[in-house]
């Protein structure tokens, strides 16, 4: 699920969280054999020209009328005109790069229209505003005013055999009873041929799946998956939350799959199944802000590139020259983002560490040090302290290199390796690193990010100057997830690229949201994973 605190107002101000979900009907078929493989990815814009990526649904297979089981759920400012734009793209690659992916059309809307509307259907559009053949995309707007969501484990038993040369390959869908019919609120994965399946655990948002009313319908669908997008409907029930939790109280909940259509036609029919609920608890789900405001520590280190490639510190043209007004862009930078963050770090001392420089007194090259040249105390006090540390290492060390990322990665794991300890969501930690893009120990620098996944840890890499940063948006896992170069996948995506020079003329509220567009969803689903809760229960608001 897709979550962003978006900038400008602070933590007190009128918000309320808000679900998006989105669903397309007749998309351009871009493919020769089949149909489409549809994706809906969500930007925002606040200000200024540039628009910040949100999120990402899921991608649906040979598809021209998808519907979206991952909703966007963002932050909705009632003061701020939010604009959105859902953009939708029909993926062939493994990457989900944009780059490779056929377009099929966009909707450019603001979020209180939709929040006003609650629902709106809109014709897509090509870039050039032309019409996106006959498409359409819906997009259903839902308050989320409770933050409860329930945890599901379920399997299946005897489902009807579809496959000619095979088992059936089942998924479950399901279904919210709204004014407007039944509203798809959960989706789950494929278990490939397999009678008598085991669904991974899962999660529904209590508000998406009942409206909070554990007494309202629900209705579950079984389907057999085929890879053309037209899928075999296995069975059907509808209960209520209510009854499910009563029936799993004891062992497990069972539920006859029926296919009305069977069971008209054959005499002796007795169900296509049945569907199991081992597990059906209502837990409390904790935001960002809960954990922020249950006594969360935010811990910020800030690691600076000085390596060659910066160029001379002496030359006008380097990154590094401080020009007459005490400017350059690695100042910038850290002005920018640092008054970004520091309002999350509770204590403001940031340790602050360089790279890639060879450093006094033995001039050896060094890819991990305080530049404050303090070992035992790296820390500087507040923003103007890691600027004040960074105009006294300047002229004190010589550039040089390779860029190497991991060492850094590495020196703030050990930390988040030690927090791993933790009984509560006591500390998180972020690193920000400063660089002109150019990296060399990429494969070290993967196994680090993929190690660090699986951390309280997240890397924010912005990036300063013109340079080509195909690395770094590489490193950035929204096109698909990072693996080490061993093929080891990360746990969670933890990295947010972001180019300097796009927000210099942008203001700062479109940086900060450009910034911490993506932190605020990763603190949270790593407390979640690890079952970890605030220190401090968060008082209701």
Known sequence: MAAVASPGPKVTDCVTKVALSVSCENLLDMDAFSKSDPLCVLFMNSSGPHWCEIGRTEKIQNCLNPKFSKPFVIDYYFEMVQKLKFEVYDIDSKSHN?????????????????????????????????????????????????NRVVEFEVSGRKLDKKDFFGKSDPFLEFYKQAETGWQLAHRTEVVKNNLNPIWRPFRIPLQSLCGGDVEKSIKIDCYDYNSSGSHDFIGSFATTLSQIQQASQTYAAEFECINSKKKQKKKGYKNSGVIIVKQCKIVKDYTFLDFIMGGCQINFTIAIDFTGSNGDPSSPQSLHYINPGGYNEYLAAIWAVGNVIQDYDSDKLFPALGFGAKIPPSWQVCHEFPINFN?????????????????????????????????????????????????????????????????????????????????????????????????????????????????????????????????????????????????????????????LKPPIEPSPS
């Open 98 to 146: 944009l780059q490779e992916a056929d377009f099929l059309g966009e909707l450019e809307c603001t979020l209180g229209q939709v929040v006003s509307s609650k629902k709106i259907t809109k014709p897509l559009v090509m870039k050039d505003k032309s019409p996106a053949g006959k498409g359409t995309i819906t997009i259903c707007a839902e308050e989320r005013t409770d």
């Open 375 to 531: 070992p035992s105390d790296p820390f500087c006090a507040g923003i103007e302290g890691v600027v004040q540390a960074y105009h006294h290492c300047l002229p004190q060390v010589k550039l040089y290199g390779p860029t190497n990322f991991s060492p850094v990665i590495n020196h703030v794991a050990h930390f988040g390796r030690q927090a791993m300890q933790q009984e509560t969501a006591k500390q998180y930690y972020v690193l920000l690193i400063i660089t002109d893009g150019v990296i060399t120990d990429m494969d070290e620098t993967r196994s680090a990010i993929v190690n660090a996944s699986r951390l309280p840890m997240s890397i924010i890499i912005v990036g300063v100057g013109g340079a080509d940063f195909s690395a770094m948006e590489f490193l950035d896992g929204d096109d698909g997830i990072l693996r080490s170069a061993a093929g080891e996948a990360a746990m969670r995506d933890i990295v947010q690229f972001v180019p300097f020079r796009q927000f210099q003329n942008a203001g700062t509220a479109a940086l900060a949201q450009s910034v911490l567009a993506e932190l605020p969803d990763q603190v949270a689903s790593f407390f979640k994973l690890f079952d």
